[in-house]
Structures are given as structure tokens and as C-alpha cells.
């Protein structure tokens, strides 16, 4: 069974930082690629970026302007999402999904809010 777990969020000010986590399975995260996407309040579900299963590729969405990071542990088979420089428009549900998506129930990610 596929299951991705998504952690880390929480509360953060502003033009701080966040680092979100995106655990599974040793042979999901070294089959796939895996994709980070968020979905703010009223908003559709958008891409934030993708690393390859090698880790040879990483791609981001243009929008998010260079201030995510994707990396991996594959000690701890889990994918990282840094988030810098965050802004209130960063306020969103956080999700992980392979690429292409296997990940049918996308469960209920993990919430970042920004405030002051």
C-alpha cells in the first residue's frame, strides 16, 4: 500500500524559515519522483517543485521564486521541503505525491500558517 506522510508545519512568522518532511517507503521514494504541491484557503492545488528518484534532477515552479528547497535523507526515506523567506501568501495545506501521482487519498498534509 502507498502511503506518504507529510510533517512538519506549524506556525512561523514572516520571513522565517520552515522545514517540511515527506516520509515513505524506501522503494516508493527510490522508484519515483516525488512532488511537493500546496493548496491555500479558496485557491486550487499547485506544484511547488519535484526531485528526481536519483536525486539527479530537482525542478521548481516558477512561482515559487526560488525559495523552496527540495532535498532527501535517504537514511531517514524522507524528502524535504525547505521553506525560506515565508510570506502570508505561503499559508497553505502541504502535500507530497509521486510524479506521476499514486498517492490517491492525499490525506490532509500538513497546515504552514504565517503571521506576525
Known amino acids: 500500500q502507498l502511503q506518504l506522510v507529510e510533517s512538519g508545519g506549524g506556525l512561523v512568522q514572516p520571513g522565517g524559515s520552515l522545514r517540511l518532511s515527506c516520509t515513505a517507503s524506501?522503494?516508493?521514494?527510490?522508484?519515483?519522483?516525488i512532488a511537493w504541491f500546496r493548496q491555500a484557503p479558496g485557491k486550487e492545488r499547485e506544484g511547488i517543485g519535484c526531485?528526481?528518484?536519483?536525486?539527479?534532477?530537482?525542478y521548481y515552479h516558477d512561482s515559487m521564486k526560488g525559495r523552496f528547497t527540495i532535498s532527501r535523507d535517504r537514511a531517514k526515506n524522507t524528502i524535504y521541503l525547505q521553506m525560506n523567506k515565508v510570506t502570508p501568501e505561503d499559508t497553505a495545506v502541504y502535500y507530497c505525491n509521486t510524479n506521476p501521482a499514486m498517492r490517491r487519498d492525499w490525506g490532509q498534509g500538513t497546515q504552514v500558517t504565517v503571521f506576525s
Open positions: 524506501s522503494a516508493t521514494l527510490r522508484s519515483y519522483p
Open positions: 526531485i528526481s528518484s536519483n536525486d539527479r534532477f530537482t
